[in-house]
């Protein structure tokens, strides 16, 4: 029965006084039964003893079996969507999850690189401070031996003019 390829067989008999057709290896829900059980409308051929038509009852058995069928299918399908919608969001979720720890990743590394990169020009300008330094007390001492020695010439001036 279903929309699962069921290879169950269907029989149709007539009772032993063949005023009910019985339909043997076919589950019925209680709706159909009930539909089976309501009157048959005016247009509908009847028997003697009002009973419906052989051929009218095989007919509406498979109406309602088709139409139960497509119910079924109909439902199966919506559960199948159900559970394709549940396993798309779970997908979208973890390639979220990926996507969003890819990117903290990236950021940390940057935020890493940054900071590595702040540390090594801060070390450089201590070095370039150091050496500035080494060269202004280096150009003092010239400074202070050259005025030095312009002293000692401009003596040595004053005393050769002097004589």
Same mark, same amino acid.
């Given at each position: 029965?279903?929309?699962g390829?069921?290879?169950?067989?269907?029989?149709?008999?007539?009772?032993?006084?063949?005023?009910?057709?019985?339909?043997?290896?076919?589950?019925?829900?209680?709706?159909?039964?009930?539909r089976?059980?309501?009157?048959?409308?005016?247009?509908?051929?009847?028997?003697?003893s009002?009973?419906?038509?052989?051929?009218?009852?095989?007919?509406?058995?498979?109406?309602?079996?088709?139409? &139960? =069928? /497509?119910?079924?299918?109909? *439902?199966? +399908? @919506?559960?199948?969507?159900?559970?394709? #919608?549940?396993?798309?969001?779970?997908?979208?979720?973890?390639?979220?999850?990926?996507?969003?720890?890819?990117?903290?990743?990236?950021?940390?590394?940057?935020?890493?690189? &940054? =900071? /590595?990169?702040?540390e090594? *020009?801060? +070390? @450089?300008?201590?070095?370039?401070?150091? #050496?500035?330094?080494?060269?202004?007390?280096?150009?003092?001492?010239?400074?202070?031996?050259?005025?030095?020695?312009?002293?000692?010439?401009?003596?040595?001036?004053?005393?050769?003019?002097?004589?």
């Amino acid at each position: 029965m279903g929309g699962g390829g069921s290879t169950r067989r269907v029989t149709f008999e007539a009772d032993e006084n063949e005023n009910i057709t019985v339909v043997k290896g076919v589950r019925l829900s209680d709706s159909v039964i009930d539909r089976m059980k309501e009157p048959s409308s005016p247009g509908r051929q009847h028997r003697g003893s009002g009973a419906v038509n052989d051929e009218e009852l095989k007919k509406r058995i498979a109406e309602e079996l088709a139409l &139960e =069928r /497509a119910r079924r299918d109909s *439902e199966a +399908q @919506k559960r199948r969507l159900k559970q394709e #919608q549940m396993y798309v969001r779970d997908e979208f979720g973890k390639l979220l999850e990926r996507e969003r720890i890819s990117s903290t990743e990236h950021l940390t590394r940057a935020m890493l690189r &940054e =900071r /590595a990169a702040t540390e090594e *020009e801060r +070390q @450089k300008a201590q070095r370039f401070a150091k #050496q500035l330094e080494e060269k202004e007390r280096e150009l003092k001492k010239h400074d202070a031996y050259y005025k030095e020695q312009l002293a000692r010439l401009e003596e040595r001036v004053k005393h050769f003019f002097s004589i």
